[in-house]
């Protein structure tokens, strides 16, 4: 897949939670219990190690801003549009020209 698409898929994905997260609060969801990992030999588990392995990668990485009061302020925005979901929310703030917004949604829904 081609950066462009990755990218634009990304982007899709951040909209698709906002969005799902409206929905589910008008349809009563309750949210699966926090973080119970699968099984790491599986499909699912696969994919909570490929995240835990980029998880740590961005936070050596040097293009992470590392300021503070600029953090904690994108942290509080994303808390506040989360709600309940803020403890499984990590903010990283990358400096690079591209459009750089991602996410990764691993409870299995």
Known sequence: MNRRRLLAAGGACCASLLARQSWAQAAAYAPPARFARPDSTG????LWAMMDREEKSLRRSPLVLRDAKLNAYVQDIACR??????PDVRIFLVRTPLFNASMARVDGS
């Open 81 to 86: 549009l989360g709600a309940e979901h803020c």
């Open 43 to 46: 499909e699912e588990g696969g």
